[in-house]
């Protein structure tokens, strides 16, 4: 099989730490071009990445769209779809960095573009191979919580003053900024692969730190399946609470630490070195609670290079994509209704009939 090339869109941070590196590191795939106008990040992805072209903008990019199998769209998030878009119509297939678009619509547009266009579209939900969602996937397969009766989960910070030049805290939703949009995108994705489709939405949405961009939210679903799942994302949490808390009949399963794989990237570390890529210390692994009983669980590696690796089967076998973008889709509906649900508004009244 031949190496498939990358094209790059953005070199901040979803571009230069999670991206770029799991292209590099996973076999069949090359870095061939990255798109960046900041000189720095220019002599960051040169020396990053030696054999690949950097390009101030995207018309670059396209004028030489033959020389690339893909491209990843890894730049601020309102302009996710229209780049999107702009590479299918390049008929070159296409990695979104979550979220898929700012609201549903534009993203169910995008989808249903690729499908007319027959490329494919994808989106880095990658915290579907947390250690911590691995490990309940394996419980839930064996039976070990018994009926799931409530799926809590959280990604909470505490930043009492935005970051400068932190679009995704200080842009508008619209823009594509606030924590629905960022943390939430991954907690509702990951509740809905867990448990299905939601019947139900309920919001708390705030601005705490009086910027453009929501900061603390709740987010509460009932599932058509019968779970319910309450899902806690802010940026102003000064005392974080447990990553995740799966209460089911037979016993609950608690994680307290969030998943490694982002700061083992963070800090320079790469899939396939010399260190097992994912493992979790012992210190770290979740438990198994019955009341006053209580075992540490063996952690699943985190994997987050299964994305990638995917993603090369996909464009040589032409199988599915590793995330369906209707799966995207449908996460931002949900966000879309906790919009509504946090102003008052009935998120759960029948749609009108059409008109026949």
């Given amino acids: 099989?031949?190496?498939?090339?990358?094209?790059?869109?953005?070199?901040?941070?979803?571009?230069?730490?999670?991206?770029?590196?799991?292209?590099?590191?996973?076999?069949?795939?090359?870095?061939?071009?990255?798109?960046?106008t900041d000189p720095e990040r220019r002599e960051q992805a040169l020396r990053e990445h030696p054999g690949a072209r950097v390009v101030p903008t995207v018309e670059d990019l396209w004028e030489r769209a033959g020389e690339h199998d893909f491209v990843v769209v890894a730049a601020p998030n309102d302009v996710h779809a229209p780049l999107a878009r702009r590479a299918l119509d390049a008929g070159l297939p296409v990695v979104v960095d979550k979220?898929?678009?700012?609201?549903?619509?534009?993203?169910?547009?995008?989808?249903?573009?690729?499908?007319?266009?027959?490329?494919?579209?994808?989106?880095?939900?990658?915290?579907?191979?947390?250690?911590?969602?691995?490990?309940?996937?394996?419980?839930?397969?064996?039976?070990?919580?018994?009926?799931?009766?409530?799926?809590?989960?959280?990604?909470e910070r505490w930043r009492p003053e935005a970051?400068?030049?932190?679009?995704?805290?200080?842009?508008?939703?619209?823009?594509?900024?606030?924590?629905?949009?960022?943390?939430g995108t991954h907690l509702v994705d990951q509740a809905l692969a867990l448990f299905g489709p939601a019947s139900n939405v309920y919001a708390e949405v705030d601005h705490r730190r009086g910027l453009a961009g929501d900061d603390d939210a709740v987010v509460a679903l009932r599932h058509r399946s019968g779970a319910y799942s309450h899902l806690w994302m802010s940026a102003t949490a000064a005392a974080p609470g447990p990553r995740m808390r799966v209460l089911g009949s037979r016993a609950a399963f608690v994680v307290e630490a969030v998943d490694g794989q982002e700061d083992a990237l963070r800090a320079g570390l790469r899939p396939g070195g010399a260190r097992p890529w994912g493992v979790e210390p012992e210190s770290r692994w979740g438990r198994l609670v019955r009341g006053d009983r209580d075992e540490p669980v063996r952690s699943e590696p985190g994997a987050w290079p299964s994305f990638y690796a995917r993603l090369v089967k996909a464009l040589h076998e032409g199988g599915p994509p590793p995330v369906d973008p209707r799966d995207a889709v449908a996460t931002l509906e949900v966000l879309d209704k906790a919009r509504l649900a946090a102003r008052g508004c009935d998120t759960d009244?029948?749609?009108?009939?059409?008109?026949e």
């Fill in 349 to 355: 009244s029948p749609r009108p009939p059409e008109s």
């Fill in 1 to 36: 099989m031949h190496e498939l090339r990358a094209a790059l869109i953005g070199y901040g941070l979803a571009g230069a730490t999670f991206h770029a590196p799991l292209i590099a590191s996973t076999n069949g795939l090359s870095v061939a071009t990255v798109v960046t």
């Fill in 163 to 183: 970051r400068a030049g932190a679009w995704r805290e200080t842009s508008a939703p619209a823009l594509g900024g606030g924590v629905l949009l960022d943390l």
């Fill in 99 to 155: 979220p898929l678009a700012p609201t549903a619509g534009e993203a169910r547009a995008l989808a249903d573009h690729a499908e007319a266009r027959g490329v494919l579209l994808t989106v880095f939900h990658n915290r579907r191979w947390d250690s911590d969602l691995l490990t309940l996937r394996r419980l839930l397969s064996e039976g070990a919580l018994g009926d799931v009766w409530r799926f809590e989960s959280r990604f």
